[in-house]
Protein backbone atom coordinates (compact mmCIF):
# COMPACT_ATOMS: atom_id res chain seq x y z
CA UNK A 1 0.00 0.00 0.00
CA UNK A 2 1.53 3.45 -0.96
CA UNK A 3 1.00 6.39 1.23
CA UNK A 4 -0.84 9.23 -0.46
CA UNK A 5 -1.46 12.99 0.64
CA UNK A 6 -4.19 13.24 3.41
CA UNK A 7 -6.45 15.98 3.27
CA UNK A 8 -6.29 19.05 5.53
CA UNK A 9 -7.30 19.02 9.33
CA UNK A 10 -7.34 21.52 12.56
CA UNK A 11 -7.61 21.42 15.78
CA UNK A 12 -8.51 24.63 17.55
CA UNK A 13 -8.16 24.82 21.78
CA UNK A 14 -10.69 26.98 23.52
CA UNK A 15 -8.17 29.44 24.36
CA UNK A 16 -7.75 29.73 20.61
CA UNK A 17 -4.80 28.21 20.03
CA UNK A 18 -4.53 26.70 16.35
CA UNK A 19 -3.09 23.86 15.23
CA UNK A 20 -2.65 22.67 11.29
CA UNK A 21 -2.73 18.85 10.42
CA UNK A 22 -3.72 16.25 8.33
CA UNK A 23 -6.75 14.52 8.54
CA UNK A 24 -7.21 10.55 9.11
CA UNK A 25 -10.29 8.41 10.25
CA UNK A 26 -13.35 9.98 8.57
CA UNK A 27 -13.98 13.58 7.81
CA UNK A 28 -15.71 15.32 10.34
CA UNK A 29 -15.85 17.56 13.19
CA UNK A 30 -15.60 16.43 17.15
CA UNK A 31 -14.95 18.01 20.26
CA UNK A 32 -14.46 17.28 23.77
CA UNK A 33 -11.83 17.73 26.64
CA UNK A 34 -8.10 17.87 25.75
CA UNK A 35 -6.17 15.24 27.69
CA UNK A 36 -3.12 12.97 26.53
CA UNK A 37 -1.69 9.80 27.03
CA UNK A 38 2.06 8.98 27.95
CA UNK A 39 1.69 5.29 26.85
CA UNK A 40 3.51 3.34 24.42
CA UNK A 41 1.54 0.60 23.17
CA UNK A 42 -2.06 -0.55 23.85
CA UNK A 43 -4.28 2.55 21.79
CA UNK A 44 -6.33 0.10 20.75
CA UNK A 45 -7.50 -0.49 24.00
CA UNK A 46 -7.67 3.17 25.12
CA UNK A 47 -9.68 4.27 22.80
CA UNK A 48 -12.50 1.93 23.54
CA UNK A 49 -12.09 2.32 27.36
CA UNK A 50 -15.41 4.23 28.47
CA UNK A 51 -13.42 6.53 30.93
CA UNK A 52 -12.52 8.60 28.30
CA UNK A 53 -16.03 8.94 26.71
CA UNK A 54 -16.11 12.30 24.92
CA UNK A 55 -13.03 12.80 25.15
CA UNK A 56 -10.15 14.10 22.24
CA UNK A 57 -7.29 11.77 23.21
CA UNK A 58 -3.24 13.19 22.23
CA UNK A 59 -0.85 10.90 21.82
CA UNK A 60 2.54 11.44 23.24
CA UNK A 61 4.24 8.62 21.28
CA UNK A 62 5.62 9.81 17.59
CA UNK A 63 4.09 6.98 15.82
CA UNK A 64 0.42 5.31 15.78
CA UNK A 65 -1.05 2.65 14.22
CA UNK A 66 2.37 0.67 12.91
CA UNK A 67 0.98 -2.52 14.66
CA UNK A 68 -2.89 -2.59 13.30
CA UNK A 69 -5.70 -3.56 15.23
CA UNK A 70 -7.55 -6.32 16.60
CA UNK A 71 -11.30 -7.22 18.08
CA UNK A 72 -9.50 -9.04 21.23
CA UNK A 73 -7.77 -5.59 21.77
CA UNK A 74 -11.13 -3.71 22.77
CA UNK A 75 -12.23 -2.90 26.05
CA UNK A 76 -15.72 -2.26 25.33
CA UNK A 77 -18.47 -2.51 21.99
CA UNK A 78 -17.61 0.96 20.92
CA UNK A 79 -14.83 3.50 20.30
CA UNK A 80 -15.51 6.18 23.27
CA UNK A 81 -13.08 8.68 22.95
CA UNK A 82 -14.45 11.86 20.21
CA UNK A 83 -11.68 12.30 18.60
CA UNK A 84 -8.12 11.54 17.76
CA UNK A 85 -5.02 13.54 17.51
CA UNK A 86 -1.01 12.00 16.82
CA UNK A 87 1.77 13.11 15.23
CA UNK A 88 2.87 10.06 12.79
CA UNK A 89 -0.03 8.30 11.79
CA UNK A 90 0.72 4.41 9.57
CA UNK A 91 -1.81 3.49 7.80
CA UNK A 92 0.29 0.10 7.12
CA UNK A 93 0.46 -2.20 9.44
CA UNK A 94 3.49 -4.80 10.69
CA UNK A 95 1.89 -7.31 13.60
CA UNK A 96 1.05 -10.24 11.40
CA UNK A 97 -1.92 -11.69 13.51
CA UNK A 98 -3.35 -7.86 13.22
CA UNK A 99 -6.90 -8.00 10.97
CA UNK A 100 -6.88 -4.16 9.69
CA UNK A 101 -4.95 -0.95 9.88
CA UNK A 102 -5.74 1.73 12.33
CA UNK A 103 -7.29 3.75 9.73
CA UNK A 104 -9.70 1.26 8.29
CA UNK A 105 -10.65 0.58 11.90
CA UNK A 106 -11.40 4.39 12.29
CA UNK A 107 -13.42 4.79 9.33
CA UNK A 108 -15.27 1.84 10.78
CA UNK A 109 -16.27 2.91 14.24
CA UNK A 110 -16.72 6.60 12.69
CA UNK A 111 -13.95 8.10 14.56
CA UNK A 112 -12.52 11.37 13.31
CA UNK A 113 -8.55 12.62 13.86
CA UNK A 114 -5.83 14.24 13.15
CA UNK A 115 -2.39 13.72 12.23
CA UNK A 116 1.30 15.55 11.57
CA UNK A 117 1.08 17.53 14.38
CA UNK A 118 3.59 18.59 17.23
CA UNK A 119 2.33 16.97 19.89
CA UNK A 120 5.24 17.82 22.37
CA UNK A 121 3.96 21.34 21.43
CA UNK A 122 0.26 20.43 22.91
CA UNK A 123 1.26 18.39 25.60
CA UNK A 124 3.30 21.46 27.19
CA UNK A 125 0.39 23.74 26.14
CA UNK A 126 -1.80 21.44 28.40
CA UNK A 127 0.73 20.84 31.26
CA UNK A 128 1.20 24.71 31.07
CA UNK A 129 -3.01 25.84 30.75
CA UNK A 130 -4.73 22.87 32.21
CA UNK A 131 -6.94 20.51 30.29
CA UNK A 132 -9.34 22.49 28.16
CA UNK A 133 -12.04 21.82 25.51
CA UNK A 134 -10.54 21.48 21.94
CA UNK A 135 -12.32 20.91 18.22
CA UNK A 136 -10.83 18.54 15.43
CA UNK A 137 -12.23 18.96 12.05
CA UNK A 138 -11.64 17.87 8.71
CA UNK A 139 -14.61 19.65 6.89
CA UNK A 140 -14.70 22.80 8.57
CA UNK A 141 -11.26 24.95 8.17
CA UNK A 142 -12.12 28.23 9.62
CA UNK A 143 -10.72 28.42 13.14
CA UNK A 144 -13.05 31.19 13.95
CA UNK A 145 -16.20 28.99 13.06
CA UNK A 146 -15.26 26.04 15.06
CA UNK A 147 -14.09 28.48 17.90
CA UNK A 148 -17.89 29.04 17.81
CA UNK A 149 -18.80 25.47 17.88
CA UNK A 150 -17.02 24.85 20.59
CA UNK A 151 -18.85 27.07 23.28
CA UNK A 152 -21.40 24.55 22.80
CA UNK A 153 -19.03 21.80 23.96
CA UNK A 154 -19.84 21.28 27.66
CA UNK A 155 -16.68 21.37 29.92
CA UNK A 156 -16.38 17.70 31.96
CA UNK A 157 -16.83 19.94 35.48
CA UNK A 158 -20.02 18.43 36.82
CA UNK A 159 -20.76 16.56 33.94
CA UNK A 160 -22.25 12.84 34.80
CA UNK A 161 -21.51 10.59 31.90
CA UNK A 162 -21.39 6.90 33.80
CA UNK A 163 -24.92 6.15 32.97
CA UNK A 164 -24.54 7.07 28.76
CA UNK A 165 -21.88 4.43 28.78
CA UNK A 166 -22.91 1.72 31.38
CA UNK A 167 -24.95 -1.63 30.27
CA UNK A 168 -28.36 -1.02 29.42
CA UNK A 169 -29.54 -4.30 30.69
CA UNK A 170 -28.14 -6.49 33.33
CA UNK A 171 -25.44 -8.99 32.40
CA UNK A 172 -23.66 -12.07 33.66
CA UNK A 173 -19.99 -12.85 32.78
CA UNK A 174 -20.37 -16.46 33.37
CA UNK A 175 -17.65 -18.73 35.07
CA UNK A 176 -17.21 -22.46 35.50
CA UNK A 177 -18.08 -23.24 39.14
CA UNK A 178 -17.26 -19.65 40.45
CA UNK A 179 -16.08 -19.47 43.91
CA UNK A 180 -17.58 -16.53 44.53
CA UNK A 181 -20.44 -14.06 43.02
CA UNK A 182 -20.19 -10.57 42.54
CA UNK A 183 -22.22 -7.58 41.85
CA UNK A 184 -20.77 -4.81 39.34
CA UNK A 185 -21.99 -1.88 39.08
CA UNK A 186 -21.08 -0.75 35.76
CA UNK A 187 -19.91 2.97 35.31
CA UNK A 188 -18.48 2.08 32.35
CA UNK A 189 -16.87 -1.01 33.26
CA UNK A 190 -13.73 -2.23 30.89
CA UNK A 191 -13.59 -5.73 29.81
CA UNK A 192 -10.09 -6.58 31.12
CA UNK A 193 -10.93 -6.25 34.50
CA UNK A 194 -14.22 -9.24 34.36
CA UNK A 195 -11.01 -11.04 32.92
CA UNK A 196 -9.22 -10.94 35.85
CA UNK A 197 -12.33 -11.55 38.52
CA UNK A 198 -12.82 -14.95 35.73
CA UNK A 199 -9.73 -15.77 36.05
CA UNK A 200 -10.11 -15.78 39.99
CA UNK A 201 -12.93 -17.91 40.03
CA UNK A 202 -15.05 -14.47 40.32
CA UNK A 203 -18.42 -14.71 38.25
CA UNK A 204 -19.94 -11.21 37.80
CA UNK A 205 -23.30 -10.25 37.49
CA UNK A 206 -22.87 -6.69 35.68
CA UNK A 207 -26.21 -4.50 36.28
CA UNK A 208 -26.60 -0.64 34.79
CA UNK A 209 -25.15 2.44 36.79
CA UNK A 210 -28.44 3.22 38.60
CA UNK A 211 -29.39 -0.05 39.66
CA UNK A 212 -30.37 0.20 43.26
CA UNK A 213 -28.60 -1.48 45.92
CA UNK A 214 -32.05 -3.81 46.54
CA UNK A 215 -32.29 -4.98 42.96
CA UNK A 216 -28.19 -6.16 43.51
CA UNK A 217 -29.01 -8.00 46.55
CA UNK A 218 -32.05 -10.33 45.44
CA UNK A 219 -28.94 -12.26 43.78
CA UNK A 220 -27.44 -12.74 47.51
CA UNK A 221 -23.63 -11.61 45.98
CA UNK A 222 -20.51 -12.42 47.72
CA UNK A 223 -19.51 -8.77 47.34
CA UNK A 224 -19.71 -5.89 45.55
CA UNK A 225 -17.40 -4.40 42.86
CA UNK A 226 -17.29 -0.59 41.75
CA UNK A 227 -16.33 0.29 38.33
CA UNK A 228 -13.95 2.99 36.49
CA UNK A 229 -16.47 5.31 34.25
CA UNK A 230 -16.03 8.75 32.97
CA UNK A 231 -17.26 12.22 34.18
CA UNK A 232 -17.40 14.24 37.17
CA UNK A 233 -17.58 11.83 40.28
CA UNK A 234 -19.05 14.82 41.92
CA UNK A 235 -22.37 14.62 39.52
CA UNK A 236 -22.93 10.76 39.76
CA UNK A 237 -24.28 11.07 43.46
CA UNK A 238 -26.59 8.13 42.60
CA UNK A 239 -23.62 5.69 42.93
CA UNK A 240 -22.42 7.79 45.96
CA UNK A 241 -26.05 6.93 47.76
CA UNK A 242 -25.89 2.87 46.63
CA UNK A 243 -22.28 2.70 48.05
CA UNK A 244 -23.64 4.35 50.97
CA UNK A 245 -26.15 1.57 51.37
CA UNK A 246 -23.59 -1.55 50.51
CA UNK A 247 -21.25 -0.08 53.25
CA UNK A 248 -23.85 -0.36 55.93
CA UNK A 249 -24.73 -4.00 54.86
CA UNK A 250 -20.79 -4.44 55.79
CA UNK A 251 -20.84 -5.91 51.96
CA UNK A 252 -16.85 -6.32 50.63
CA UNK A 253 -16.65 -4.07 48.25
CA UNK A 254 -13.95 -3.25 45.67
CA UNK A 255 -13.63 0.21 43.50
CA UNK A 256 -11.71 1.06 40.60
CA UNK A 257 -11.07 4.94 39.84
CA UNK A 258 -14.62 6.71 39.49
CA UNK A 259 -14.95 3.57 42.30
CA UNK A 260 -12.32 4.85 44.14
CA UNK A 261 -13.88 8.36 44.28
CA UNK A 262 -16.78 7.33 44.94
CA UNK A 263 -16.02 5.35 47.71
CA UNK A 264 -14.45 8.06 49.08
CA UNK A 265 -17.59 10.58 48.41
CA UNK A 266 -19.53 7.79 50.60
CA UNK A 267 -17.26 9.06 53.63
CA UNK A 268 -17.74 12.45 53.17
CA UNK A 269 -14.33 13.15 51.42
CA UNK A 270 -14.95 15.87 48.28
CA UNK A 271 -13.15 15.06 44.72
CA UNK A 272 -11.95 17.83 42.61
CA UNK A 273 -11.00 17.96 38.89
CA UNK A 274 -7.10 17.83 38.27
CA UNK A 275 -5.09 20.48 36.12
CA UNK A 276 -4.16 17.81 33.59
CA UNK A 277 -5.54 14.28 35.25
CA UNK A 278 -2.77 10.93 35.03
CA UNK A 279 -3.10 8.93 31.83
CA UNK A 280 0.18 6.81 30.85
CA UNK A 281 1.28 3.36 32.11
CA UNK A 282 3.75 4.29 34.03
CA UNK A 283 3.15 6.39 37.06
CA UNK A 284 5.13 5.11 40.03
CA UNK A 285 2.60 4.73 43.08
CA UNK A 286 3.59 4.08 46.71
CA UNK A 287 1.80 1.25 48.63
CA UNK A 288 2.19 2.12 52.23
CA UNK A 289 1.41 -0.75 53.35
CA UNK A 290 4.38 -2.94 51.99
CA UNK A 291 6.52 0.09 51.42
CA UNK A 292 6.99 -1.62 47.77
CA UNK A 293 6.32 0.84 44.47
CA UNK A 294 3.71 -0.51 41.76
CA UNK A 295 4.40 1.13 38.42
CA UNK A 296 0.71 1.59 37.15
CA UNK A 297 -1.28 2.30 34.41
CA UNK A 298 -4.02 5.39 34.97
CA UNK A 299 -6.37 6.89 33.61
CA UNK A 300 -8.51 9.89 35.43
CA UNK A 301 -8.81 13.30 35.36
CA UNK A 302 -10.61 13.87 38.91
CA UNK A 303 -9.11 13.00 43.14
CA UNK A 304 -10.10 12.69 46.06
CA UNK A 305 -9.38 15.36 48.05
CA UNK A 306 -6.35 13.85 50.24
CA UNK A 307 -7.10 16.42 53.35
CA UNK A 308 -11.00 15.17 53.80
CA UNK A 309 -9.37 11.73 53.85
CA UNK A 310 -6.47 12.29 56.65
CA UNK A 311 -8.91 13.90 58.65
CA UNK A 312 -11.75 11.21 58.66
CA UNK A 313 -11.12 8.45 61.36
CA UNK A 314 -12.80 6.00 59.33
CA UNK A 315 -10.67 6.10 56.66
CA UNK A 316 -6.87 5.19 55.92
CA UNK A 317 -4.70 6.40 53.28
CA UNK A 318 -2.71 2.93 51.51
CA UNK A 319 -1.14 4.32 48.19
CA UNK A 320 0.48 7.05 47.70
CA UNK A 321 1.24 8.68 44.00
CA UNK A 322 5.19 9.06 43.98
CA UNK A 323 4.80 11.89 41.02
CA UNK A 324 2.41 14.89 42.98
CA UNK A 325 1.24 13.13 46.15
CA UNK A 326 -2.11 12.31 45.13
CA UNK A 327 -4.07 10.24 47.00
CA UNK A 328 -3.82 6.60 45.31
CA UNK A 329 -5.70 3.90 47.09
CA UNK A 330 -7.99 4.15 49.96
CA UNK A 331 -9.15 1.73 52.89
CA UNK A 332 -12.52 1.85 55.03
CA UNK A 333 -11.28 0.71 58.74
CA UNK A 334 -14.68 -0.64 60.46
CA UNK A 335 -15.55 -1.73 57.10
CA UNK A 336 -14.91 -4.39 54.61
CA UNK A 337 -13.93 -1.92 51.74
CA UNK A 338 -11.41 -0.57 49.57
CA UNK A 339 -10.27 0.88 46.22
CA UNK A 340 -7.55 2.36 43.93
CA UNK A 341 -7.31 5.15 42.18
CA UNK A 342 -5.64 3.45 39.43
CA UNK A 343 -5.99 0.76 36.73
CA UNK A 344 -5.04 -3.10 38.45
CA UNK A 345 -6.54 -4.65 35.25
CA UNK A 346 -3.79 -2.80 33.53
CA UNK A 347 -4.99 -3.38 29.90
CA UNK A 348 -3.07 -1.74 28.78
CA UNK A 349 0.63 -1.26 30.76
CA UNK A 350 2.42 -3.43 33.99
CA UNK A 351 0.99 -6.11 35.97
CA UNK A 352 2.51 -4.97 38.94
CA UNK A 353 -1.05 -4.51 40.83
CA UNK A 354 -3.00 -7.11 39.58
CA UNK A 355 -2.33 -8.13 43.36
CA UNK A 356 -5.35 -6.13 44.23
CA UNK A 357 -7.88 -8.82 42.40
CA UNK A 358 -6.77 -11.35 45.08
CA UNK A 359 -6.71 -8.99 47.90
CA UNK A 360 -10.63 -8.45 46.90
CA UNK A 361 -11.27 -12.79 46.86
CA UNK A 362 -9.34 -12.84 50.21
CA UNK A 363 -11.54 -9.85 52.11
CA UNK A 364 -14.82 -12.25 50.27
CA UNK A 365 -13.24 -15.00 51.74
CA UNK A 366 -12.85 -13.51 55.58
CA UNK A 367 -16.07 -12.43 55.62
CA UNK A 368 -17.99 -15.56 54.29
Not at 126 to 131: C, F, L, N, P, V
Not at 194 to 211: F, S, W
Amino acid sequence: MKYTKLDPAILVLADGTVFQGNAIGVKGTAGGELCFNTGMTGYQEIYTDPSYHGQLLVHTLTHIGNYGTMPTEEESGEVQIAGLICDKFSSVYSRMQAHESLQDWMIKKGLVGISNLDTRQIVRHIRSKGAMNAIISSEELDAQVLLERLANVPPMLNLELASKVSTKEPYINKVENPEFRIAVLDLGIKRAMLHQMAARGIEAHVYPAKTSFQEMETMQPDGYFISNGPGDPASTTYATETIKEILAANKPLFGICMGHQLLAQANGVSTYKMHHGHRGLNHPVLNLNTQRSEITSQNHGFAVNADDVRNNPDLEITHLNLNDGTVEGIRVKNKPAFSVQYHPESSPGPHDSRYLFDQFKELMLGTK
